[in-house]
């Protein structure tokens, strides 16, 4: 690579300096921070915050600092694999060249097609890597499979889908995002622009985890500026602890603390008058449904103290302009969908959507979003007709395509294991690509069902940067992927729900034996549906062709700056801007947000939000009170680490943060004798995994917190402990199939559990 | 005129990228540290919650010279987070702390 005429490469004594944007993998969401990668002689050899990038400002995360150590890991895959069949468990791999490795897969998908038909080929996805963006595209465009698109081995869909698809159809926008001035090149300085005066963060503790998009750090910006905190979270985070008001949980017990918080509001009349009888359907069926939720009713159901409800309530309601975020933990409970009403009613009522300091909505953007479209729908009415939906009616926003367009995670699971196989539709599974993910240890609710349903396939193939424990179970081939630092790409924060810019992502360093999901996508579409794809050429001719289609502007002007930004329009609704017809309002089926939604209550569901009980607590089996004590929540953690990436031993990841944490209050661990660095089993009704202790305030005594996406590469291998995946594993007390009526949110934040100190991890 | 590094710990959020930055800057030997985050609570003073990190450089900080002399931020500057660490001359130190409103501000000679 050489430095010529491309504006984001300095030379300075031998070393090439070239800026890029970063998105997982390895590292992060599409935050597409700002980086300047040193590289000398094609090796990386530093890695540097760009300080020009308008909004990390040269800021860096402990994960990317550390890029190096990922690239030239020992353990990184670097080269196809292939495995017997009969060896899946076993260390039996046999490198073969990408040649051998396309030629098999092709060879497999047409024995499939031949043998079995498409359909019985499904695709798994992750949630937040670059993959996102093209994962959809494997199943209809390579496989000719209507079981693709974005189907995850999750149960409830419970990251993101949730809450993108409950803002689409209340407000028919994005999903919402705290006004941090993100798509200014000015920032905060932008004229026009307003401080949040509080910043009510719910669910969520994104100076640790920036996710989707949302550099987590500009709290900190916002603070410096005078903004206040409210949050409402189960753990006390290092925000809570800084908070003026902290609304402290019992998880999964959200839409009663959102209810009660909107029943403040409504009854001391601290609501946007204006906005509301303007631009709001439903107010009055909202308030009717908040009535019963008395600060001293929600005490009783949630542990949130009175006066900090009411406080955080008046403080959020009269302090315009202010903002607020949610987090994955509103997806990650049954009674999501009544959660996230809450919080987007809150925003709405008290006027802060598209308003400067406010809530930022758009339309959805994607640079390959209708391409995407016309893929997905090259696959015949017969095959489309084919998609598995559960048979006894359940989950009908699935059935009709009104989600994100895969098959919902319990009804996959269900399938898999044969629970229709006496229905006259009901058809064999046959081979699965798992794309950019690691179920087993990362989201599969039950994870040793799920390995027990899949491991038997016709055929498995894989492509990730390391070996994992899922593939060392499943796969049959696995294909190394490139990192972010290894090749072109573009970084589209929020997946276009939100989009404040587009970065490129530039090769920095050449890697001739690994490809990105971009690469393999075009290789194999060409060989199995070379008809799609005869225009398709190379990752940037394409980035370049969609750039245009979609914004007018191309490649080049994306890769001149260090990031493309959006700029914003406040009060797009006045002006006819959120709606395809350039009519005011939303696009939504009145125009108006909808806090009772007609869509909804059209899918079995409420239209205005409700309390449900958790399906697993002291309320709900008081008969397993006795012998569950206290409740649980996960998912939390350290910024050294990405879902299940960053766990390689001996790596500043693993120094950094050695061993996953089973958090629990000292007074609790005195009445278990747990001391600090002990090791912990935890049980729930449904399973069991064992963690260190972490003794501290940050939960309450009836509350521990444990770490999710856990397992050891430095252990054995082989099965059956896959890399000790098993041991560590959060979601082995998660129930399966605990979800709503519309097939979306599932408890993997709130059980009932007991803990006892063990000698060892096991 | 000597430089002193300055730190508003009272919006320091523990996130260790100094730490990794100065690793990986100076490529110290992993054991080693030119700077360490220090936690402190969480623990309630009183009706409210105490819970600070502080980082403190070690004699391995030289304040990064080198690239202070290039016209560049130190690494842990630059890549902070939360951007609350400042190196200063000695001589601004006193004015910069009460710039930043007086609290939870202190200030470093490794």
């Known amino acids: ?762 | 005129m000597k430089h002193a590094m300055l730190i508003n710990y009272g919006l320091c959020t523990g996130c260790q990228t100094c730490e990794v930055s100065c690793l990986k800057e100076k490529r110290l030997d992993p054991e080693e540290w030119g700077i360490k985050v220090q936690q402190i609570g969480p623990k309630k003073l009183g009706d409210a919650w105490e819970w600070d990190y502080v980082p403190v450089p070690s004699r391995l900080c030289d304040l990064c010279e080198e690239r202070r002399a290039a016209g560049k931020p130190a690494a842990c500057e630059l890549q902070c987070l939360a951007k609350v660490i400042e190196i200063l001359p000695l001589d601004r130190i006193p004015q910069r702390m009460e710039e930043l409103g007086g609290s939870k501000v202190t200030c470093f000679m490794p």
């Open chain 1, 1 to 762: 690579m050489t430095s010529e005429s491309k504006p984001y490469i300095t030379e300075e004594d031998g070393v090439m300096k070239v800026r890029t944007c970063a998105w997982s993998p390895p590292g992060d969401h599409p935050v597409g921070c700002g980086l300047i990668l040193h590289v000398k002689d094609n090796k990386l050899v530093k890695v540097e915050g760009d300080p020009d990038n308008p909004v990390t400002n040269g800021r860096v995360c402990p994960r990317c600092l550390a890029l190096d150590e990922i690239l030239y890991s020992p353990e990184r895959l670097q080269s196809p694999m292939r495995r017997d069949r009969d060896k899946r468990g076993k260390d039996a791999w046999e490198k073969i060249s990408w040649d051998e490795a396309y030629d098999l897969l092709e060879e497999k998908i047409r024995g499939i097609w031949r043998d079995y038909g498409a359909e019985t080929i499904f695709t798994l996805t992750g949630t937040g890597r670059e993959s996102t963006l093209y994962a959809p595209v494997y199943g209809p465009a390579i496989c000719n499979t209507c079981n693709g698109a974005s189907t995850y081995a999750f149960s409830g869909e419970a990251c993101y889908g949730p809450r993108a698809t409950i803002t689409n159809y209340l407000l028919g926008a994005g999903v919402p995002e705290i006004d941090w001035a993100q798509y200014y090149e000015d920032r905060y300085d932008h004229p026009g622009y307003e401080v949040p005066k509080y910043i009510l963060v719910w669910g969520k503790d994104p100076l640790y985890s920036s996710p989707d998009g949302f550099f987590g750090h500009s709290i900190i910006d916002l603070m410096k500026r005078g903004s206040k905190i409210i949050t409402i979270d189960p753990r006390l985070t290092w925000l809570g602890a800084h908070a003026e008001y902290h609304l402290q949980l019992r998880p999964g017990t959200d839409a009663a603390v959102g209810m009660g918080l909107l029943r403040v509001i409504i009854k001391e009349d601290l609501y946007d008058h204006d906005f509301v009888d303007k631009w709001v359907y439903g107010f009055d069926e909202l308030a009717a449904a908040c009535e019963e939720w008395t600060p001293e009713r929600v005490q009783e159901v949630s542990w949130v103290d009175p006066e900090q409800l009411v406080g955080a309530a008046r403080a959020f309601a009269t302090n315009a302009p202010s903002t607020a975020t949610w987090g994955v933990a509103l997806d990650q409970s049954k009674a999501s969908t009544q959660a996230a009403q809450c919080f987007l009613a809150l925003c709405t009522i008290c006027g802060y959507i598209d308003v400067p300091g406010g809530v930022t909505i758009t339309a959805p953007t994607s640079f390959i979003g209708k391409w995407r479209y016309e893929m997905s729908d090259t696959i015949s009415p017969e095959m489309a007709a084919k998609h598995i939906v559960d048979p006894d009616g359940k989950y009908e926003l699935f059935n009709i395509g009104a989600a994100m367009g895969g098959v919902q995670g319990d009804t996959l699971l269900n399938w898999l294991e044969g629970k229709w196989a006496d229905w006259e539709g009901y058809y064999k599974l046959r081979m699965c690509w798992i794309i950019g993910t690691n179920p087993l240890a990362c989201m599969a609710d039950q994870p040793q069902r799920w390995y027990q349903a899949m491991k038997d396939l016709e055929f498995v193939v894989a492509q990730d940067i390391f070996m994992t424990p899922t593939i060392m179970a499943l796969a049959d081939l696995v294909l190394p992927l490139s990192t972010f630092a290894e090749h072109e790409g573009l970084v589209t924060p929020n997946y276009g729900r939100n989009q404040h810019f587009i970065g490129a992502m530039n090769e920095a360093v050449h890697n001739p034996n690994t490809k990105s999901d971009l690469e393999i996508l075009i290789d194999m579409g060409k060989r199995m549906r070379p008809e799609l794809w005869e225009d398709m050429s190379t990752p940037d001719e394409f980035f370049d062709a969609m750039l245009k289609r979609t914004y007018g502007y191309g490649l080049d002007e994306v890769k001149a700056v260090p990031a493309k930004m959006a700029g914003y329009e406040y009060r797009k609704y006045e002006k006819g801007l959120l709606r395809p017809d350039g009519e005011p309002g939303f696009d939504t089926t009145t125009g108006l947000i909808e806090l009772s939604s007609p869509v909804l209550e059209n899918y079995g569901e409420s239209p205005v939000p409700y309390y449900a009980e958790p399906t697993y607590s002291h309320i709900s089996r008081p008969d397993l009170a006795d012998e569950y004590p206290l409740y649980y929540t996960t998912g939390g953690r350290h910024i050294s680490m990405f879902h299940s990436e960053h766990r390689q031993a001996g790596t500043t990841f693993r120094r950094l943060h050695p061993w996953p944490l089973v958090t629990i209050n000292p007074a609790t661990a005195v009445r278990y004798g747990i001391s600090d660095g002990d090791w912990v089993e935890v049980a729930s009704p449904l399973g069991k995994m064992t963690q260190k202790a972490h003794v501290t305030e940050e939960v309450p005594e009836q509350l521990i917190h444990v770490e999710h996406a856990w397992w050891f590469p430095e252990q054995d291998p082989e099965a059956p402990n896959l890399y000790g995946v098993w041991k560590a594993n959060a979601n082995n007390l998660i129930p399966h199939e605990d979800v709503s009526v519309t097939g979306y949110g599932a408890p993997y934040k709130n059980g009932i559990c007991k803990i006892r100190k063990v000698d060892s991890l096991g």
